[in-house]
């Protein structure tokens, strides 16, 4: 997926109908990674999302991708743990910063399980396709917390 022209993105009115769906759409998509709701998650997003970490080779395509990104997530860190800390909602998506804790016990990205527990800041850009209001992947960029340094 080709990232629209950032120039037409600053150029996107707000809108308080659309804005009002975005933050609708983003609390099913929080509350189903909570449950660990893979179908509910797959719900919020369009067929052909692409789940990204920054700085990582790597990207999970689709729905099938979106689905190994989540089960692989949940493999390595079954206590995963999103604690919010900052949200902007806007028309051209959603970005969240949030402390990220959970317990290494499977591998993720390579690494074999630590057994240890792990604590990231992490900020997590929610794409918002306007055609088929839904969200478009996330791009996710991590960064050791403070405290686990």
């Given at each position: 997926m080709k990232?629209?022209?950032p120039r037409k993105l600053i150029e996107t009115s707000p809108d308080p109908v659309?804005?009002?769906?975005?933050?609708?759409?983003?609390?099913?998509?929080?509350?189903?990674?909570?449950?660990?709701?893979i179908p509910g998650l797959l719900s919020t997003l369009t067929e052909d999302c692409?789940?990204?970490?920054?700085?990582?080779?790597?990207?999970?395509?689709?729905?099938?991708?979106?689905?190994?990104?989540?089960?692989?997530?949940?493999g390595a860190f079954p206590d995963v743990r999103f604690e919010l800390r900052y949200i902007v909602i806007g028309p051209q998506g959603v970005c969240e910063e949030a402390r990220l804790t959970g317990t290494h016990r499977g591998p993720w990205l390579g690494q074999p399980?630590?057994?240890?527990?792990?604590?990231?800041?992490?900020?997590?850009?929610?794409?918002?396709?306007?055609?088929?209001?839904?969200?478009?992947?996330e791009r996710v960029f991590v960064s050791p917390s403070s405290s686990s340094r």
């Open positions: 990232p629209p022209d659309t804005h009002d769906e975005i933050r609708r759409l983003w609390k099913k998509h929080s509350i189903a990674e909570d449950a660990r709701d692409v789940y990204e970490i920054a700085g990582v080779e790597r990207k999970w395509e689709g729905h099938a991708g979106a689905r190994r990104f989540y089960e692989e997530l949940i399980p630590t057994e240890k527990p792990v604590e990231l800041q992490v900020v997590i850009f929610f794409p918002w396709d306007p055609e088929k209001r839904l969200f478009a992947g």
